[in-house]
């Protein structure tokens, strides 16, 4: 067994209703899958998130890192990301005064 | 005639302090430039400094007057934002001899104090670390018709603190989570934030350390904790990772400055902060000084200069 393969690793998991970080305990299920798409480095879960941001397809899915450190810089991106939408909708209503058709959007 | 005459001189007056309007890379700055977006015109112009070929007494000079200019142009500025009553809010971060210090020495230089001030605060009391983090920064905020520049700023919980171990993880993930959103705010309110990031290679900072180290009059900026910190260096650069890409917002955008060479350094980073605000030059209205009205002597008499204690004339 490979040095690694004893420490535990990190699942994010983005759905429509929530973004959930889950730990995984070497063996235990699920492990393996996690190591086969692992990411490592803080930079390449950045590198990814831009990837998928840029691709417009959507965030869902399970995402696995090795570190909680990148796996909480992933989710915290994909949360800013959904709340930078809100402020931004925020700020087209809050500023709306009514001579424009809508208010954006 | 006269009157013409007096046009065209003002006209040559207002050209020299604008600097050369028919300048391309000037007129292409101040077009692109714009304060929600990234569209600063990075014009690729061809600068002595850029070129390694040029002697040093003509880049030197070349650096001496566009210093000159752009001190000229942040004069504008300052002008424009104490008549337009604008906020203004710069954050210089960066690595320890990264430049900052001396850029910002440049940009209040020829400035008003009472408009144009710097904030280098301290560690925080045993008080303010009780206090919300932010507090201690919202205190200095800038007023209707002043600018701050801040040399550090609230970014030390992500960079130093968290480097160094100062704050603990959740106060660290908190600060990524509150900071946007409290320059959101700031935004909001009516405040401009400019954040500039001094970037300096492992090496150039290593070779400025020891010319510190070296200079009695640089000594003192060098502290323990710059010495740990070039211990750090790759948590250093994590940190500003995490920090730049969890930071950047469109109301409130990181530039980052090459820094490794300090004139081309302070150069960029003044004209870019010009760039990003549509200042105008207003000439301010002709004065006539009226005639002194005649004083009445009422019997004073200037005491004796001995009773003063005048500075040594030893110049």
């Known amino acids: ?105 | 005639m006269g009157k013409k005459k007096k046009r065209k001189g003002e006209k040559r007056a207002d050209k020299k302090i604008r600097g050369n309007k028919n300048d391309d890379s000037a007129r292409k700055t101040k077009k692109e430039a714009s304060l929600g977006g990234v569209t600063v015109a990075d014009a690729p112009t061809p600068s002595p400094l850029a070129d390694p070929n040029t002697p040093k007494k003509k880049r030197n000079k070349f650096y001496e007057r566009e210093m000159r200019r752009l001190h000229v142009e942040l004069v504008v500025l300052q002008e424009w934002i104490k008549r337009e009553g604008r906020r203004v809010v710069v954050i210089f971060e960066g690595r320890d001899a990264a430049g900052k210090g001396g850029v910002i020495k440049r940009i209040i230089e020829p400035l008003n104090p009472r408009i144009c001030r710097v904030v280098a605060l301290g560690t925080p009391t045993d008080r303010q670390k009780t206090q919300w983090y932010f507090q201690r920064y919202a205190a200095e905020l800038p007023a209707a018709g002043e600018m701050v520049l801040f040399d550090r700023s609230w970014y030390n919980r992500a960079g130093v603190e968290r480097v160094m171990g100062f704050c603990t993880d959740s106060e660290y993930w908190e600060f990524l989570r509150s900071c946007p959103e409290y320059e959101r705010m700031l935004v909001r309110s009516g405040a401009t934030i400019v954040k500039y990031w001094f970037s300096v290679s492992d090496e150039e900072q290593e070779r400025r350390f020891k010319a510190r180290a070296k200079d009695p009059t640089k000594r003192w900026k060098l502290s323990p904790m710059d010495l740990e910190s070039r211990n750090r260096w790759q948590a250093y650069s994590r940190a500003k990772d995490e920090m730049l890409v969890h930071t950047d917002i469109a109301q409130a955008r990181w530039y980052v400055v090459n820094s490794d060479d300090k004139k081309r350094a302070r150069l960029n980073c003044i004209s870019h902060l010009l760039s990003l605000f549509p200042y105008e030059y207003a000439v301010p209205k002709k004065m006539k000084l009226p005639k002194r009205a005649p004083e009445k002597r009422e019997g004073y008499l200037r005491p004796p200069l001995e009773n003063q204690n005048f500075v040594p004339e030893i110049y």
């Open chain 1, 1 to 105: 067994m490979a040095e690694t393969d004893t420490l535990p690793m990190f699942n994010v998991i983005i759905d429509s209703h929530s973004v959930t970080l889950r730990k995984i305990m070497p063996r235990r299920p699920g492990y393996r899958a996690a190591k086969k798409k692992m990411i490592l480095r803080q930079r390449d879960a950045i590198e990814f998130f831009r990837r998928l941001k840029a691709a417009g397809k959507g965030f869902d899915g399970v995402y696995s890192f090795q570190f909680l450190d990148t796996a909480k810089t992933f989710a915290m991106l994909f949360l800013e990301a959904m709340e930078k939408e809100v402020q931004d909708n925020m700020d087209r209503v809050q500023a709306y005064d009514g001579t424009a058709d809508s208010s954006g959007g």
